[in-house]
């Protein structure tokens, strides 16, 4: 059995926002953010919220750009390990997408601008999300001769605990697949 509590918050725009939190039978709690701009208000001396005071807020991730030795080796790993997307863009550009974001490739030594001022493969070390139980996703891993370099165990994430695994891609960055509903 499922039910659904939902409520609302008014920050200092008078903008209602709302929170739905979401409890199962198991009575594991999920909390989802309907709006990613809910936030509690706070007040300085000033008289002048949070959210008064900033010049603008950021929404979310677009894309990041991979720095990487060898593109073709890069779109494999991601495609096959991680079931990403290979898309091209621009002029024959390589990007890899997901949910709605992506990883755009720039090849070592031949970099698009404006680019990182040190570009360099190996250099990321990221989370990324999935609703998968991460005991399937070592499994996985394991069916691809991944190697695990740590997992599963428990973190923290933006939003609350969670469940991880650690591996590496072709250029040695970190990455860190992540569950929230603890499994």
Known sequence: M????????????????????????????RTYLMDSSLQKEQTTKSGKSAEQRKPFSISGIDHIVLTVEDIEATVKFYTQVLGMGQVTFGQGRLALSFGNQKFNLHQKGNEFEP?????????????????????????????????????????TGALGPITSVYFRDPDENLIEVSNYNGQ
Do not use: M, W, Y
Request: proline share 6%.
């Open 115 to 155: 680019k990182a001022a040190n570009p360099t493969p190996g250099a990321i070390d990221i989370c990324l999300v999935t609703e998968t139980p991460i005991t399937h996703v070592i499994e996985h891993l394991k069916k691809l001769d991944v190697s695990v370099e740590e997992g599963p165990v428990q973190r």
């Open 2 to 29: 499922t039910s659904r509590v939902f409520i609302s918050v008014r920050n200092s725009r008078s903008i209602v926002h709302t929170l739905c939190q979401r409890v199962d039978s198991s009575v594991n709690f």
